[in-house]
């Protein structure tokens, strides 16, 4: 895929920060020497870490040369490096992995996150948030488009796989840990219109259906698929729209 775009991101900063300050606010630690924020993209997320832990030494490791660029720029005391979740490994063992929103990326993170608590130091904590919305409006929507139109054949695959269920998690993960919290959250954010909510998921879940058409193919795309969400998402009384966004959380004690 090309490059993730910080400012088409952060245009709704407020919200997308809003799950890791309630995943901060599950992790039960209180003085951690070593943080790393896994996917840390242009730094909202690792902000929250430099506030509530000014005294551990903080890494935040990204695929996106962009979204790093944006997070030093931001954060220039914090140490960032360009790393692949899937394969990364902390030169110590670290007291808290952080990971806002990237691990729905990858297909195999269940086997990955039991090696991720494994490398945790004792009492360590791996806290994890991901979107659990492939159901959503939003996103059946995406996939509707995809298959439908000319583009079909080059889009074959782009939908990212559903996550597993919540028992798998528990069962995969609770043999290694002393304790383990698994919820869900549904946020419900409102928003200006439909416009919007097409813009919110173009720097996310829409990026790989985008990538690989080429300019004419994407405004096709983006115009059948603006048509549905405005349908599937009507005005509130007042104005407006409400996206609703459900999302996993997972805290896991070494």
């Not at 695929?63 to 140490?79: D, F, I, N, Q, W």
């Not at 080059?154 to 990212?160: D, P, Q, V």
């Not at 928003?191 to 080429?214: C, H, I, N, Y």
Request: glycine share 6%; net charge negative; with cysteine.
């Amino acid at each position: 895929m090309a490059d993730w775009s910080p400012d088409t991101y952060l245009r709704f900063e407020d919200e997308r920060t809003r799950p890791a300050r309630d995943l901060l606010n599950a992790v039960p630690l209180a003085d951690p020497a070593f943080v790393i924020d896994i996917g840390c993209g242009p730094g909202n997320s690792t902000e929250l870490l430099v506030e509530r832990f000014p005294a551990a030494r903080l890494l935040g490791i990204d695929t996106s040369p962009a979204m790093l660029e944006t997070a030093r720029a931001r954060l220039p005391g914090v140490e960032f490096v360009l790393a692949d979740a899937a394969d990364f490994r902390p030169d110590v063992p670290p007291d808290l992995l952080f990971a806002n929103a990237v691990f729905q990326w990858l297909p195999g993170h269940l086997d990955l996150f039991v090696r991720l608590v494994g490398e945790l130091a004792p009492g360590g904590v791996l806290a994890v948030q991901m979107p659990d919305n492939l159901t959503e409006p939003s996103h059946v929507l995406m996939r509707e488009v995809a298959a439908s139109g000319r583009w079909a054949p080059k889009l074959t695959g782009a939908a990212r796989a559903p996550l597993p269920p919540v028992r798998t998690y528990y069962e995969a993960l609770k043999p290694h840990c002393r304790r383990l919290d698994i919820w869900h959250t549904v946020y419900n954010h409102p928003l200006a219109d439909a416009a919007a909510v097409v813009e919110w998921v173009r720097s996310t879940g829409l990026k790989p259906f985008l990538d690989p058409l080429d300019e004419a193919e994407r405004a096709g795309f983006l115009a059948a698929y603006t048509a549905k969400v405005t349908d599937a998402y009507p005005s509130l009384v007042g104005g407006g729209v409400l996206l609703r966004f459900p999302r996993l959380f997972i805290v896991a004690t070494r």
